[in-house]
C-alpha cells in the first residue's frame, strides 16, 4: 500500500499539466482500502482486562464507495459506503480468538473542506481536503470455541456469530487528482472510532487508522460557477 501511495504522489509531481479543466459538480469514487486497529495486545475495560479483539487481526482490507456534491468553492458534502473485512487473529500470548472473522459496514455522511478549485496552473488538477462524518455501522463476528466435540474422526468446534450496530465518528485528509475532464485518481488517510457493546469480548470501542486509494468518476459539471 505505501507503493502505491508514493507512485501515486510521484505521479502528482512528474505529470506535466497542460489543457484546462472545468469544475466538478458531483462525483464518483470507489476504492480499495487497507487498514490497522490501534491499541495493544490488551483492552481493558472498566477494570476488565482482556486480550483485544480488533487490534489482534493482522489482516484488515476492504473497498469503498463514495459520491459528492460541491456546495460551495471549498466545501462538499456526501455519502460513503465502506466495507471492511478482519482476518488471521494473531497473539503471541493468547488463542482466545484464533480463527475469528469480522465484517464491518459503516455508511458516512461527509463533510468536506478543500481548496478552491483553480481554472489553470497545478490546481486545476488537484485538489486537497479535509472531512468528518459521523459512522453508523453494522459488524458480523465470527468466532471459533475453544470447546470442541469429536464426530466420527473429525474435531468440530462451535462457531458464535453475532451481529451488532455501533455509532463512531471518522477523520481524514486526502488528495484527488484529474487525469481528464471525466477520470482521475484519489488517496486518502483517515481515523475511524467507534463505540459498542459485545456479549463475546471486552473490547468497547475500536480505532481504526485506514489508507483508501481509488478511482474518480466524473458525474456532472458546474455550467458556470462564480468564485
Known sequence: ??????????????????GQLFSDRSNLYAGFQTGVFAGGELFNHQGTVAPSFYSNFSHNYGYVLKQSVVLSPCYSAGLKVTMLYSENW???????????????????????????????????RLKLYANIAP????????????????????????????????????????????FTNRFG??????????????????????????????VRINLTKHKRFIY
Not at 3 to 15: G, Q, R, T
Open 185 to 214: 485518481a484519489f488517496v486518502d488517510l483517515s481515523v475511524q472510532e467507534a463505540f459498542f457493546r459485545h456479549p463475546f469480548f471486552v473490547d468497547s470501542r475500536y480505532t481504526l487508522l485506514a489508507a483508501t486509494l481509488g
Open 135 to 178: 459512522v453508523f455501522g453494522w459488524s458480523n463476528t465470527s468466532i471459533k470455541s475453544n470447546i470442541f466435540y469429536i464426530k466420527g474422526n473429525v474435531e468440530v468446534n462451535e462457531v458464535f456469530i453475532h451481529d451488532h450496530f455501533f455509532v463512531g465518528v471518522n477523520a481524514g485528509v486526502g488528495s484527488e487528482f484529474a
Open 1 to 18: 500500500m505505501r507503493k502505491s501511495i508514493a507512485l501515486y504522489i510521484l505521479i502528482l509531481l512528474c505529470l506535466e499539466v497542460n
Open 90 to 124: 494473531q497473539s503471541d500470548r493468547y488463542s482466545s480468538y484464533k480463527g475469528a472473522d469480522s465484517k464491518i459496514m459503516a455508511v458516512l455522511p461527509t463533510l468536506e473542506v478543500h481548496n478552491k478549485f483553480s481554472h489553470y496552473g497545478l490546481f486545476n
